[in-house]
């Protein structure tokens, strides 16, 4: 999405640009913006979490079917990743405070909507409209962020935070989901949602600038009614297929409509002047092997924890509680792994580190084949899972620098705007793709591993893919230290 540094101040004398040349010192009402948009940030980070050691629990509660508790994750990461790149574009040219803020008002009347489901259909219906407000706050959030702060090192540093407490949001969701059911039930997961979003939205106008850009181009309508309506169509027909067979008319139908619709969409992209996805910067081999790393990356992890979830539960008896426990030793590694990474970068460079990245989670997810009915393979989930977490925080930095590196300043609004589209429909399309896998199958832990044979597989063959894809670039790497401090990484 493109960013405009120079529309806000403008419009909004109170909120001066910082004079990042002098000093990375943010005044109070600096920290305060910061605290708003990464806490909006970490809230949607933590929806991706909070719920899956719950899933079990929920199922039995609401009476869904193991097969159809899928449908919990998806029905909010369909709507969050298919509506992200046209909320971006609306926020652009109509104002990203004011879709930021409808956002946040959605998403907080969803999550109590979810809180008091009394029904399988009240509780997606609720799922999706959380998916909805996030996807109108992630990419205002992020536009707002880099139009706040000028590009410099006070740029950096709040980038910076607001990455650390993505993932940091991703870890407690774990624990507290585990923590929240156990003590008081799933409904509370949902609950502290809410809690959130109405401790969030009544700060934010007083504080949000608004800002869009200077020159308003107009809504690429057709393109984005066609990416919407082909993510749509094809994630809804996979995740049906996987549940019922390939049999069924709306199965076909929705499937042929998916592939038709995103065809279209490349034709759109292709001719239009004021485009959602620019097809030259596609072209970028550092941005189309770069977004295909980071794409495996999520969507293979997401994959991972929602299958172990199930397994540490219904196969183990772990309790919820237990589960998040698991899954916190998991998060504390991502940790050690988010300091060390940039350092790794600093040595390796950011295309051999994604590779390296890549292939880790790969051999790491292959171990986890070794799980079994007794409880030593808690300690083997643990390890395995942390490790590969590691590497999956490695992917995701040393992705998001591949991508943005060697780009033009005017373009680089296109290009994080691409890294952000990456994650959230890795985030949408692993669970439907390969979770279901486990949840359709006869014997649970036959399942479990065939979903993390074909992951590892995939995961090995990106690896490959992405390392000679990257090889072949003619742009001369640039060294991994520039490219750490760059982003403030360093």
Not at 423 to 447: E, F, M, R
Request: aromatic share 6%; with cysteine.
């Amino acid at each position: 999405m493109p960013t405009d540094t120079t529309s806000s101040p403008l419009k909004h004398p109170k909120q001066r640009p910082l004079d990042t040349r002098r000093s990375t010192r943010l005044s109070t009402r600096d920290k305060l913006v910061l605290f708003v948009l990464c806490a909006a940030q970490f809230m949607v980070a933590l929806d991706f979490s909070v719920l899956n050691v719950a899933l079990p629990v929920l199922g039995r509660d609401l009476g869904m079917s193991q097969s159809a508790l899928q449908w919990a994750v998806t029905a909010f990461a369909l709507p969050s990743g298919g509506f992200l790149l046209l909320f971006g574009r609306i926020g652009d040219l109509y104002g990203r405070r004011r879709l930021f803020l409808t956002g946040l008002a959605l998403f907080g009347a969803a999550s109590l909507l979810a809180t008091f489901a009394w029904d399988p259909a009240s509780f997606l219906t609720a799922r999706a409209l959380q998916g909805l407000g996030a996807a109108a706050i992630v990419p205002t959030g992020m536009s707002l962020l880099t139009t706040t702060f000028p590009e410099g090192p006070a740029r950096d540093r709040a980038l910076g935070i607001s990455g650390t407490l993505l993932s940091l949001g991703f870890t407690v969701g774990m624990v507290a989901g585990g923590v929240l059911t156990d003590v008081l039930s799933w409904r509370s997961t949902m609950g502290l949602l809410a809690v959130f979003a109405l401790i969030v939205l009544p700060l934010a106008p007083g504080l949000l600038p608004e800002s869009r850009t200077p020159d308003r181009p107009r809504l690429d309508i057709p393109g984005a009614v066609t990416v919407t309506g082909g993510l749509l169509a094809l994630i809804y027909s996979l995740s049906t297929a996987a549940e019922r067979g390939f049999g069924g008319a709306d199965v076909i139908t929705t499937l042929v409509a998916g592939v038709a619709l995103l065809a279209a969409f490349g034709y759109v992209e292709s001719r239009t002047e004021a485009p959602l996805v620019s097809l030259p910067m596609l072209r970028r081999r550092t941005v189309a092997w770069g977004n295909l790393g980071g794409l495996v990356t999520f969507s293979m992890m997401s994959t991972v924890v929602f299958v172990l979830t199930l397994y540490l539960q219904e196969t183990l008896d772990l309790s919820a509680f237990e589960t998040g426990l698991v899954f916190g030793v998991q998060g504390v590694m991502s940790a050690v792994a988010g300091v060390n990474a940039p350092k790794v970068i600093g040595r390796f460079g950011a295309r051999r580190t994604l590779v390296a990245s890549l292939a880790g989670q790969g051999v790491l997810t292959t171990a986890l084949l070794g799980l079994g009915e007794g409880g030593r393979s808690v300690w083997l989930a643990t390890a395995a899972v942390s490790l590969a977490s590691m590497c999956h925080l490695g992917a995701i930095i040393s992705y998001g620098l591949t991508v943005t590196s060697g780009v033009p300043n005017e373009e680089q609004g296109l290009a994080t705007g691409l890294v952000t589209s990456t994650q959230q429909v890795g985030l949408t399309i692993g669970i439907p793709l390969l979770g279901i896998l486990a949840t359709t199958s006869t014997d649970l832990l036959s399942g479990v591993h065939t979903v993390l044979s074909l992951d590892a597989a995939i995961l090995l063959v990106a690896a490959v893919l992405v390392a000679v894809g990257l090889g072949r670039s003619r742009r001369p790497e640039t060294s991994g230290a520039v490219e750490a401090e760059a982003v403030g990484l360093r």
